[in-house]
C-alpha cells in the first residue's frame, strides 16, 4: 500500500510517500480502509521530532482517518464496512490502518468522510476542555482564543451546541469572520486599530461582569489580559502555547475575584483512562449527526502531496480542517 513515511526529522518537507507492506491487525484492533486522514498539529510536530510522543523511524505519519472497516474483532461492535471515524495517534497517512478498539468510532450515515476524519482529536479535546475542565453550565459566556485553529473551532461549536454564548478572540478580520462562521455570537480582535486590547472589548460585551469560561490554546503575552476578563467564580482552561511563551501568573491574582487556571490535557487524560474516548464520543453523536460538530474544510490533498498539506499547518496558513484522500 501507498503511505506517507517520516525517515528524518526535518519538518514536512523531508516526507515521503513509499510503498510499504498492509498493517495487520491485532486481537483487539479494527482494520480500516482510509478515505480521508485529518492532518493536525501534532503531525507537523512529529516530522521535527518535537512531540512527546517519538516513534522510532522509519514510521507512516498521521493521526486521524475515516473510512470504512475491513475487520473487526468479535464483540467490538463494529463489522465489515461500517463507516467510522478512528484516532491511531500514527500510521493515518495511508490506504489501510489499524486503531484500537476503544478509539475507533461510529460515523453517522450523513457524515462525509471529509468531516470525519477532522472530528476524533479537536472535538473530543473541546468536550474535555469546555465542558469537563471548565465545568460548562447554563447560561455560561466562554471566550475562545486561537478560534479560527481547529481547535479553536471546535469549542467554538461544542460551546454553542451546549448554549453557551461565545466570543472568539482572533488576530485579523479574516479570522473573525471564519470565527463568526464557526458559531461565535461576537469575534473580537487581540488588538484593534486603534490599539484596543481584547479585555476592553470583552468586557463591554459583558456590561464589565467578565466570562465564565476561556479556553486558551496560545499563551504568552495575552494570559495576563484573560484573567482580568473573567467573572466572578471564572475559569482560564490552559490547553497549549501556540504563541511559543509559556506564561506565568501572580496567584494573588485568583483570589481577587476567585478565579481559576486549570490545565487541560485530554491526551494525558484520555490514554489513561480506557474507554473513555469511547464514551465522549457517544456524548457527541448526535450533535455530530445533526452537523451541529463539524470542521470546515480548508484544504483538500490527494496522499502525494501530503507534505504541502502538513505544511500549511506549519506556515500557520490554516483556517478550519486540511485533509487528505489516500486513495485517487
Known amino acids: ?96 490502518v489499524v486503531a484500537p478498539v476503544d478509539q475507533t468510532f461510529p460515523l453517522p450515515d450523513g457524515v462525509s468522510f471529509d468531516v470525519g476524519a477532522g472530528l476524533p482529536m479537536n472535538y473530543l479535546t473541546a468536550e474535555f476542555v469546555v465542558a469537563t475542565r471548565g465545568r460548562l453550565a447554563d447560561g455560561d459566556t466562554v471566550l475562545v482564543h486561537g478560534a479560527a485553529g481547529g481547535v479553536g473551532i471546535a469549542c467554538i461549536q461544542f460551546a454553542k451546541a451546549r448554549g453557551a454564548t461565545v466570543i472568539a478572540v482572533v488576530s485579523t478580520d479574516g479570522k473573525a469572520e ?28 459583558t456590561d464589565k461582569r467578565g466570562v465564565d469560561v476561556i479556553v486558551d490554546p496560545v499563551g504568552g503575552d495575552r494570559f495576563t489580559d484573560s484573567l482580568r476578563s473573567l467573572a466572578r467564580g471564572g475559569r482560564l482552561v490552559v490547553v497549549g502555547f501556540t504563541g511559543g511563551e509559556i506564561p506565568t501568573v501572580k496567584v494573588n491574582r485568583l483570589l481577587l475575584r476567585n478565579t481559576e487556571v486549570v490545565g487541560a490535557g485530554w491526551g494525558e487524560w484520555a490514554w489513561n483512562n480506557p474507554g473513555y474516548m469511547r464514551r465522549q464520543w457517544d456524548d457527541l453523536t448526535a450533535d455530530i449527526a445533526a452537523g451541529r460538530l463539524a470542521p470546515p474544510i480548508s484544504g483538500v490533498y490527494p496522499l502525494a502531496e501530503a507534505a504541502a498539506a502538513v505544511g500549511e499547518l506549519a506556515e500557520r496558513r490554516v483556517t478550519g480542517k486540511v485533509v487528505i484522500h489516500t486513495r485517487e
Open 1 to 96: 500500500m501507498r503511505a506517507v513515511q517520516v525517515s528524518k526529522l526535518e519538518g514536512p518537507e523531508a516526507l515521503e510517500v513509499v510503498e510499504i507492506d498492509e498493517p495487520v491487525a491485532g486481537p483487539d484492533q479494527v482494520l480500516i480502509d482510509v478515505e480521508a486522514a485529518g492532518v493536525v498539529f501534532p503531525d507537523l510536530l512529529q516530522t521535527r521530532g518535537e512531540y512527546q510522543m517519538r516513534p522510532e523511524l522509519p514510521f507512516v505519519l498521521g493521526s486521524e482517518v475515516a473510512g470504512t472497516v475491513r475487520t473487526a474483532p468479535e464483540g467490538s461492535g463494529f463489522a465489515p464496512g461500517d463507516r467510522v471515524a478512528a484516532l491511531c495517534v500514527v500510521g493515518a497517512f495511508a490506504e489501510t
Open 178 to 205: 471564519v470565527a463568526r462562521a464557526a458559531g461565535a455570537d461576537h469575534a473580537v480582535l487581540v488588538t484593534d486599530a486603534e490599539g484596543t486590547g481584547f479585555k476592553d472589548a470583552v468586557l463591554a460585551l
